[in-house]
């Protein structure tokens, strides 16, 4: 389960809907096909792993450098942000194939959909811009001049404001998606990159600065800046990219890069409760639908780490292509 | 005799932004704006927008960049000014920039002499520029520092790596984002030790640059573990009786060493070394695996995108160890800037200048200013033609405060006495 708060209504609806039906049916196939997806940027190829077994049980080759993923709102199509194609790929969830593409600007790595899906917000590394992408017709609707390096993208629950952070800026733009155009802009910590959103509390991660900076979504001030430091690291080699949260909002993911580590962190508190060994360079993480399990994709390692949420251990790796990017639970 | 352009704001606009988007961009912050979501309060005004020029001065004619050991007019070295480096992180700076009401300029004077140097740094204190990137040798470097000393302006070296500049020719006035030789030579020596490649023939050209590298060698070569067995002078000429200072399998013939290091800054003598030594020998220096600020294959670290934004400025140059140390420079101003919301000298220096802060160098690890020398720390990567073999530091050698500190004079050993 991808932890996006907009979704969160929509899942507590299918949910609801298909708990009747779970104890009749395979309650797999009620939550999703259960998959887990894995890009991969150097192979051009996307992992598919077994949620049970965590076998691969098939790579689906895709444009070159596929890294962010998302679903649509009903999950049978996966669309995947390819990099060195300036192109999105779609991939039918049902035949695990690539069944079309929308074009975008130079370079697209992470993106969101609105709230009723029909735009997709890409951030375009090499162009510094935010696009708008209007689905249904595959057409860049409008283009948002950012900083350099623009990263991380974040719709709010009303889709009236989209949140992109700028690498070499330092700073999150606050977009005003009516408008089109930045209405504010937040200084954060050293190259900012993806964010967690938890009621008026967007959490950004600071990749060179080792920190996760908590802005509040109402007066657009940093209110916390959280330091990590796993024992035996130096802060030099903390650099936080991916984050996850729980669908209750009380424990926030983090991973820590070349520290090759995950850290949890209790949301209320802000306190760092765990640290846990992973493979070298984590990048993407996602939880599974009952939240038991958590997936981390490590860059330099080429495999995913398996940690089990009760014990917080790291339980199994599974190689998988070059470079791993993002990964992706269809729970 | 000097000239000054001025670089135009456009130029950078238009280099990052589809035409027309450079115009369209809004203000930042207008009080009042359409609801977001949660609301917005109404805001502040924005401050109003401020400007923060920048120098650069770098010698007419400067030896250093002269077609020195080509022939035929054919160039065999990456020659190529630090000017575009700069350029590049002033575009990126004007985009953070217009969020911030900050607009970010840069000046440039070609001149041939120290005076008619000082007497622009003067117009452009009066004009509010108060940071400076130079590009000149060691000598004109500490001259024109003596000659500013006192005035409300930093000058940053992008490009002499004399070791002098760092311990007894020192200035509180000068910073330098290039890296000084010991740091390139520490790189190389580090890089030999892990691999146990121990014993060492070290040939040095004939010029004073030669002699500083070599110098700077050795002293690394004792610092790491490693064994020299002999300094080799060699020249160039086709004079045979100096035979066996030219012929490479002569000054390697009859010797026992893993590795031939060699000193040559003109780099004409050196590319010839690799396959030429009478044993099967690598070579590291200024031939085969060179120590370097910047590479043109380097990628990880986001230096993909960097790359692109200078080739789109400088093609068919690509990025070099000087135009990176420019890049530095103004990279480490502006963030000051920006992080200060100012563009005043005290405001910039005293962040510049604060311990705990670091700026991004797009290499791994952050750079940041020594305060014992004012040197930017910064790891140095080893390439040979077109790849990065390995990134300094190594693991193997560890700090008690920051890893970079094992590349170049650390603290307790610097001769630097400067007072701010």
């Known amino acids: 389960m991808k932890l996006r708060s907009k979704l969160t209504s929509i899942a507590i609806g299918i949910g609801a809907a298909s708990l009747a039906l779970s104890a009749a049916m395979d309650p797999a196939a009620a939550a999703g096909t259960g998959y887990v997806f894995v890009s991969n940027e150097r192979s051009n190829d996307i992992s598919v792993l077994d949620g049970t077994t965590y076998q691969i049980i098939k790579s689906i080759p895709t444009s070159r450098r596929p890294r962010d993923m998302q679903f649509n709102a009903d999950k049978t199509m996966l669309y995947v942000a390819c990099g060195d194609d300036d192109v999105i790929d779609v991939i039918d969830v049902a035949t695990l194939e690539v069944v079309d593409q929308i074009p975008t600007g130079p370079s697209p790595e992470m993106f969101e959909f609105n709230g009723d899906f029909s735009l997709i917000y890409v951030s375009n590394e090499e162009n510094s811009t935010a696009q708008v992408i209007d689905v249904a017709q595959k057409l860049i609707v409008h283009e948002i001049p950012t900083g350099a390096e623009p990263e991380g993208v974040m719709v709010s629950e009303d889709g009236l404001t989209l949140y992109v952070t700028s690498e070499i800026a330092d700073m999150v733009h606050f977009v005003d998606t009516e408008l089109g155009v930045v209405v504010d802009n937040v200084v954060v910590g050293t190259r900012p990159r993806r964010f967690a959103m938890l009621d008026n509390e967007l959490w950004v991660t600071d990749e060179l600065s080792g920190q996760v900076s908590i802005i509040d979504r109402t007066n657009h001030v940093v209110t916390h800046t959280l330091e990590f430091l796993p024992p035996g690291f130096r802060p030099v080699d903390v650099t936080p990219v991916g984050i996850a949260w729980t669908e209750d909002q009380s424990t926030v993911i983090v991973t820590l890069g070349r520290a090759n580590h995950v850290a949890f962190v209790n949301a209320a508190t802000k306190e760092i409760e765990d640290y846990v060994l992973v493979g070298s360079r984590a990048w993407g993480v996602d939880l599974n639908g009952d939240e038991s399990v958590l997936f981390v994709s490590n860059g330099l390692s080429d495999d995913l780490s398996i940690i089990d949420m009760a014990t917080r251990q790291n339980i199994r790796s599974v190689p998988v292509g070059r470079i791993p990017h993002t990964v992706l639970v269809d729970d | ?420």
């Open chain 2, 1 to 420: 005799m000097g000239r000054t352009l001025r670089l135009l704001a456009l130029v950078a606009g238009s280099l990052l932004l589809a035409p027309g988007l450079a115009l369209s961009q809004p203000a930042p912050a207008t009080p009042g704006a359409a609801p977001a979501a949660p609301a917005a309060p109404a805001r502040p005004a924005p401050p109003p927008a401020q400007s923060v020029p920048i120098g650069y001065i770098e010698l007419l004619g400067d030896l250093r960049y002269e077609l020195m050991g080509s022939y035929a007019n054919i160039d065999f070295r990456d020659i190529g000014r630090p000017f575009e480096g700069a350029e590049v992180a002033i575009a990126e700076a004007q985009q953070t920039g217009r969020f911030m009401n900050l607009n970010f300029t840069m000046e440039k004077f070609e001149g041939t002499t120290v005076e008619e140097m000082v007497a622009q740094i003067d117009t452009w204190i009066a004009a509010d520029t108060h940071f400076v990137l130079v590009d000149l040798p060691a000598d004109m470097l500490v001259e024109l520092a003596d000659a500013v000393a006192g005035k409300p302006v930093s000058l940053f070296n992008v490009s002499a790596q004399d070791d002098s500049l760092r311990a007894e020719n020192c200035r509180a006035n000068v910073f330098h984002t290039m890296p000084s030789y010991a740091m390139y030579e520490d790189a190389l020596a580090q890089y030999l030790s892990t691999k146990n490649w121990r014993d060492i023939l070290v040939l040095q050209g004939p010029l004073p640059a030669d002699e500083l590298i070599s110098q700077a060698f050795q002293r690394s070569a004792q610092k790491f573990g490693l064994r020299i067995s002999e300094v080799e002078p060699f020249v160039i000429t086709n004079d045979p009786r100096y035979r066996d200072q030219t012929n490479v399998a002569l000054l390697t013939a009859g010797k026992r060493f893993d590795v031939v290091f060699v000193a040559d800054a003109g780099r004409e003598l050196a590319r010839f070394v690799p396959y030429q030594t009478t044993q099967p020998n690598l070579v590291v220096g200024s031939a085969g695996l060179t120590p370097l600020n910047w590479h043109w294959t380097w990628e990880s670290d986001a230096a993909a995108q960097l790359q692109h934004r200078y080739e789109e400025l400088a093609l068919p140059r690509q990025m070099n160890d000087v135009s990176f140390a420019a890049w530095s420079a103004v990279r480490a101003i502006t963030t000051a800037s920006i992080r200060t919301r100012s563009g005043g000298f005290d405001e910039i220096q005293d962040y510049l200048t604060n311990p705990d802060n670091d700026f991004d160098s797009v290499k791994g690890n952050p750079q940041s200013f020594r305060p014992w020398d004012n040197q930017m720390r910064t790891p140095i990567l080893l390439a040979t033609a077109n790849s990065v073999i390995a990134r300094a530091p190594f693991d193997e050698f560890l700090h008690e405060f920051n890893v970079l500190d094992t590349l170049g004079v650390d603290q307790p050993e610097t001769a630097c006495r400067m007072t701010r």
